[in-house]
């Protein structure tokens, strides 16, 4: 794909403000900022840590060490073919990157299946989270259905024929009508920028298996459900509440997992971070830097 010289612009930006780095056998790519506490930012699909280009420098502003990396599969990661794009996988290859980039402790920040993979990586490693913070994603996953857009991606043959015809300019029409509320806060040449980076290198292959490898059974929303409950790290909840995707059902049902976390509302829809970023940055930032 021809790439217009602001998109290219802006992902170069995007890749001068962090490092490379590997674990488990797979070059990643992490974007980090500040000194502090270290506040983790998992993304999510279709995404990857330029979704929180505009979260790292602000969380950093507040005295804390932000770091957002790319799972395989997608963004500026590599894309193996043996790789287990599976919830479970992504989620043991996030401890791998954790443990790759030197971080102990950290407070956790969670979005889209950036949550069930987080949240797994939290349960089973509840000593080294100072704190979580969730943004728009979903516990209660043996009721989830994937949004249209998404939808067509889980099926195969009608996924790559879905995904060979979305170009930049459709992806970013899709982001403003499905995740971006403020249309002013982001321009459509950063937002086509997603498209390039999913689609970079095996043209989106990876991200068609880690659509297929949503784990939305009983026993993973059990698992799920039980290990937040266990736990009682200082949480909060930070919601667009304008989500077409994952909407008020899905955030009651995190709202019932964890009872002890507060709740603030965005004028938002599911990309929250591009067009709230100060405000999400404010609400991490409040939740995590007293706790060091």
Not at 29 to 38: C, I, M, N, V
Not at 114 to 132: Q, T
Not at 155 to 164: D, N, Q, T
Not at 185 to 198: F, G, K, N, S
Request: hydrophobic fraction near 45%; charge should be negative; charged fraction near 25%.
């Amino acid at each position: 794909m021809r790439m217009n010289e602001a998109t290219r612009e802006a992902i170069a930006i995007h890749q001068a403000a962090g490092r490379n780095f590997e674990a488990g056998g797979v070059r990643s790519f992490a974007r980090e900022q500040g000194r502090g506490g270290t506040v983790v930012l998992l993304h999510g699909v279709p995404t990857s840590s330029f979704l929180y280009r505009k979260v790292v420098p602000a969380v950093a502003d507040q005295g804390l060490h932000a770091v957002a990396f790319d799972f395989p599969g997608l963004g500026l990661a590599d894309r193996p073919e043996d790789f287990d794009y599976s919830w479970s996988g992504l989620a043991r290859w996030t401890g791998e990157a954790i443990d790759a980039l030197g971080i102990d402790r950290c407070h956790l920040v969670v979005h889209d299946i950036g949550g069930p993979v987080g949240f797994e990586w939290a349960i089973r490693n509840p000593d080294r989270v100072l704190s979580l913070t969730v943004l728009n994603t979903l516990v209660d996953v043996a009721g989830f259905r994937r949004p249209w857009p998404m939808h067509p991606f889980s099926i195969r043959g009608v996924g790559e024929l879905w995904l060979a015809m979305m170009r930049p300019w459709m992806g970013a029409q899709l982001f403003y009508l499905e995740g971006v509320a403020d249309r002013s806060a982001v321009p459509a040449h950063e937002l086509q920028a997603h498209i390039y980076l999913l689609k970079r290198g095996d043209r989106g292959r990876a991200f068609l298996r880690i659509m297929r490898g949503f784990e939305l059974t009983e026993d993973k929303e059990r698992f799920l459900r039980d290990g937040l409950a266990e736990n009682e790290w200082p949480a909060r909840i930070v919601w667009g509440e304008r989500d077409p995707a994952l909407g008020a059902d899905r955030l009651r049902a995190v709202q019932e997992t964890l009872p002890g976390a507060d709740t603030i509302l965005l004028p938002a829809k599911h990309f929250l971070q591009e067009d709230q970023a100060p405000a999400v940055a404010n609400a991490i930032g409040d939740l995590a830097a007293p706790l060091g």
